[in-house]
């Protein structure tokens, strides 16, 4: 009975600052690693940032370096995505996912076992 649920999203201007929250619920959050994936309109899904169990180690995909931070609060079983200097090709579908160990998990979507629902990020003026 996992569950993920990702909130925050919405629509910011470029250049902007959003943060988005994913709340889970059904296992012990702080045993796993997580990630966070978006999926643009025609586009297939892609990583975008990865995080080990405690906080301590972060991945992130080229395109999101630098202006993306993932971060976890284990107190309160959520993972978060800060996101600064947003441009229109950050516009996706945002979805966060809890990995089957608690190492930092790769880019691959096989290594997670349990997604959230997404929540639409546009990047617009």
């Known amino acids: 009975q996992v569950q993920l649920v990702e909130s925050g999203g919405g629509l910011v201007q470029p250049g902007g600052l959003l943060r988005l929250s994913c709340a889970t619920s059904?296992?012990?959050?702080?045993?796993?690693?997580m990630g966070w994936f978006r999926q643009a309109p025609g586009k297939k899904r892609e990583f975008v940032a990865s995080?080990?169990?405690?906080?301590?180690?972060?991945g992130y995909a080229d395109s999101v370096k630098g202006r993306f931070t993932i971060s976890r609060d284990n107190g309160k079983n959520t993972l978060y995505l800060q996101m600064s200097d947003l441009r229109p090709e950050d516009t996706a579908i945002y979805y966060c996912?809890?990995?089957?160990?608690?190492?930092?998990?790769?880019?691959?979507?096989?290594?997670?076992?349990?997604w959230g629902q997404g929540t639409q990020v546009t990047v617009s003026s």
């Open positions: 996912a809890m990995a089957r160990y608690g190492g930092r998990p790769n880019g691959a979507e096989g290594t997670y076992g349990y």
């Open positions: 995080i080990n169990w405690s906080g301590s180690s972060t």
């Open positions: 059904g296992r012990t959050f702080s045993s796993y690693g």
